[in-house]
């Protein structure tokens, strides 16, 4: 039985993100029809293909977003139709719909048009700006590289450039909208929990510019604290940080804390250069980056890879192997976890996919139905199946409350991934309580931006972000007081999260098997990087090692270049929102059943979608696809072009035959207009640079807002390439109630005044927002322990006096 078992979902979604949505659902158990236009959904339209051959039935994103659904063709652009779909709402407990706004509103998905016929329907949209953003009078089409764009992930891509001519680069993939797809999963079982309560359905309003700028690290909090505008030129924040060439292949090497630097430099054999000023902490080693990793290299030039990998994890030295593709489908450790998945399908044949993202103890993630063929189902069958959906017989009519209110989180992580999980709780309700020590400090409280350049423990912006909504206590574990505490408040939660290494929480004793024992339906959910169990579950794999090592690395750089970062210790965030989906699955199973339950999630396997296209064409094509910078595998022109202004760019993702005749009309160009050799997406393929010299000498004449404005009109997709700064200026958040400021309705301690990004979605019938600023270090010890635990002002003193609150 699944997580999900009993749920009902409508799928309008259009390419990646409300696709990808809906299969998370799916594997985890949700029953889920996948409803098309005549000519399929576009990814059907996507490679790669089985021995190259173009069939909408064998496209490679469509094998894998597809699983464990039902295909219903409906042509929602007619009313007939559109009743049609009303008929199957009235069964459905939820609706995921992603497209331009113009194109959601036209076809009825929203919870206006939807609940008439069932009022406790949930309807969830993920647009680029939201269903009120600026693209709602706009008919152009969705695509990855201008939502990166207009999100300010692309201006931080790739980090630590050299040369100021290459472009700002997309990270291979369709990065944003996977990442708006988890944003949409967990708002949306978000909005059911509410529904289950009060009876009342809503609608979920995706925008996936806030939700990629939610995870942009540090780069937002830069200008938010100090006015510095993050770039993708410069160095990194902490040293060393960076690719190394060994006999073999290339190795990513970070040190995050200083013992992770004194271990490095002991495996390197003490070498002199290692006492040198210029290395003497992490942000010093930042500023001399370059030359530190060029020593290292030299250091280890002679030995190979894997070896390499081995002997340094083993001494608690962070470091990956920068994967290829055929590299990660032989891998030991996924397949002694038994990751990948084969599956035969009838007319694509027997590939294997990326599996589960999670190993739960009670509901196992699901296989599921190979892909389906277009219209393989029948809308009549759906309705007859689905019986109208009743208002939940336990309903509080009337009664709106947060999602999760009334949950409790005991929060043992730190750093970015396990902290970003929690705030989707927090954001969501939950009371998160984040368990620190004053011995060993979250790593991310001691890193810049600073409030107002004074260094603190309370004052990073980093921290800040992603603890916001959260308590904070400080506790020992290691002092017998402090662990049976911790105990306590594990009595009073319905959840504990942590992001360690393999085996830390049972060494701590606080594994599920001793959790259990004091709280029998306590969910626990462990994130680490290389999950419980295999070969390396014990090694350290922290974001930006994970960029690497799930071979996004390999697959992203500049045509003829070498790997890339993409500007953001991308695993983390990633890794966060799927913990939060979990979460909330294995909290509607309890509610369902009063069974608690233990989730084992690898970092590194919850990654494994986002190389998907790259993996299949490994295996279709036979070899590890190249570096094509902003390029696209299959479609042209796209790309970043020079406008007039200091480093300033425009995105454009010409994919359609109709949008190349406008976009050649808008460079004035009659002459490429009416060749017949670029009339097909192949033959403007062949012609790549051709076309990309005639639309950068077109778009240097403009400034970036001057010609995205005309090539939009046109209805082309394209965005200026947004900075940090336009994020934290633009008009579009502010509208959405998209910040949040630590001041009077959320004072803090020590950074009043300080402003944050808030919640990615909106509810319509339950108004969310931050509810308190984050927390300094320990700021609630004797809060919890008096109101929750019951204990005395004069047992708090004994306690403290005897170390437990170190």
């Given amino acids: 039985m699944g997580a999900l078992d009993g749920l009902r979902v409508l799928e309008c979604g259009d390419f990646v993100a409300a696709p990808f949505a809906a299969s998370i659902l799916g594997h985890l158990g949700a029953d889920v029809v996948k409803i098309e236009p005549p000519e399929g959904d576009s990814n059907r339209r996507r490679g790669p293909y089985p021995h190259g051959k173009p069939d909408p039935e064998t496209g490679g994103l469509h094998l894998f977003l597809d699983q464990t659904k039902r295909s219903v063709v409906l042509d929602l652009e007619t009313p007939a139709e559109r009743e049609t779909l009303m008929k199957m709402a009235a069964g459905a407990d939820l609706v995921l719909a992603s497209g331009p706004a113009p194109v959601i ?443 690497p090592m799930i071979g996004l690395a390999s697959l992203t750089g500049y045509p003829g270049g070498n790997p890339r970062e993409v500007g953001i210790s991308y695993g983390d965030p990633n890794g966060g929102l799927h913990a939060a989906l979990a979460v909330l699955a294995a909290l509607r199973h309890r509610e369902r059943t009063g069974e608690g339950q233990y989730i084992d999630m690898s970092q590194w396997e919850a990654a494994m979608p986002l190389v998907v296209e790259g993996l299949l064409a490994y295996q279709m094509y036979g070899e590890q696809p190249p570096r094509l910078g902003n390029r696209d595998l299959f479609e042209a022109p796209q790309g970043v072009f020079r406008c007039t202004g200091e480093d300033a760019w425009v995105a454009i993702a010409c994919w359609s035959d109709e949008e190349w005749r406008n976009l050649a009309t808008c460079l004035g160009r009659a002459d490429l207009r009416d060749d017949p050799a670029l009339a097909t997406r192949e033959g403007r393929k062949a012609r790549e640079e051709e076309l990309e010299a005639a639309i950068a000498a077109w778009t240097s004449t403009l400034s970036p807002t001057e010609a995205a404005t005309r090539l939009r009109a046109a209805g082309v997709p394209a965005r200026e390439v947004y900075t940090t700064a336009d994020i934290a200026n633009d008009p579009l958040l502010e509208e959405r109630g998209y910040w949040t400021v630590f001041g009077d309705r959320l004072p803090h301690p020590e950074c009043n005044g300080a402003r944050h990004a808030g919640i990615a979605w909106r509810f319509s019938g339950t108004p969310l927002r931050v509810r308190r600023a984050a927390p300094a270090l320990g700021q609630h010890t004797e809060e919890l322990l008096r109101e929750m635990l019951g204990k005395s002002d004069e047992e708090i003193a004994r306690l403290r006096e005897a170390g437990v609150f170190q």
């Fill in 105 to 547: 509103q036209r076809r009825g998905l929203t919870y206006d048009a939807l609940s008439t016929a069932n009022p406790a329907l949930v309807v969830t949209t993920v647009t680029p700006f939201g269903l009120t953003g600026a693209d709602r009078e706009e008919g152009v089409a969705m695509r990855e590289l201008c939502d990166l764009a207009a999100s300010g992930w692309l201006s931080v891509s790739p980090g630590a450039l050299e040369d100021p001519a290459l472009p700002p680069l997309k990270p291979f993939g369709q990065q944003a909208h996977f990442q708006a797809g988890l944003h949409a999963a967990i708002a949306s079982l978000g909005a059911l929990r509410e529904r289950d309560r009060s009876g009342l359905g809503q609608h979920v309003d995706v925008s996936v510019q806030a939700a990629i700028a939610a995870q942009l690290e540090s780069a937002l909090a830069h200008y938010l604290y100090g006015g510095r505008v993050a770039s993708r030129l410069g160095t990194r924040i902490l040293g060393p940080w960076g690719m190394i060439r060994l006999a073999d292949g290339q190795l990513f090497v970070v040190a995050v804390t200083e013992d992770e630097w004194k271990r490095l430099v002991d495996f390197l054999g003490q070498p002199e250069w290692a006492s040198s000023p210029l290395f003497a902490d992490r942000l010093v080693r930042a500023t001399n980056n370059d030359a530190l990793l060029a020593l290292i290299e030299g250091e280890l030039a002679d030995r190979t890879v894997l070896e390499t990998f081995s002997a340094m994890q083993e001494r608690r030295i962070p470091c990956a192997p920068v994967s290829e593709m055929g590299q990660l489908l032989r891998n030991e450790h996924l397949r002694a976890r038994g990751h990948f998945v084969e599956q035969d399908h009838p007319r694509a044949g027997r590939w294997v996919y990326p599996g589960a993202q999670w190993k739960f103890s009670a509901t196992p993630w699901q296989p599921g139905s190979p892909a389906p063929l277009l219209g393989s189902e029948s809308a009549e069958n759906v309705i007859s199946g689905w019986t109208p959906r009743q208002r939940p017989a336990s309903a509080e009519p009337g009664a709106r409350r947060l999602p999760l209110e009334g949950v409790r989180v005991i929060d043992f992580t730190w750093v970015w991934a396990g902290p970003m999980a929690t705030l989707q709780l927090a954001h969501l309700g939950a009371d998160v309580i984040r368990v620190e020590s004053t011995t060993r400090m979250d790593t991310v409280r001691m890193l810049p931006p600073f409030w107002r350049e004074q260094p603190g423990p309370n004052r990073s912006g980093y921290f800040n972000q992603y603890s916001q909504g959260k308590r904070s206590v400080t506790l020992n574990l290691k002092h017998e007081a402090g662990l049976a505490i911790a105990y306590d408040l594990i009595r009073h939660a319905d959840v504990v999260t942590d992001n360690f290494s393999g085996g830390a929480m049972q060494r701590m004793g606080l594994g599920y098997d001793q959790l259990r024992q004091i709280k029998p339906d306590i969910i626990q959910i462990s994130m680490a990087g290389l999950g419980q169990t295999g070969p390396l579950s014990r090694f350290l794999l922290y974001g930006p090692t994970q960029v």
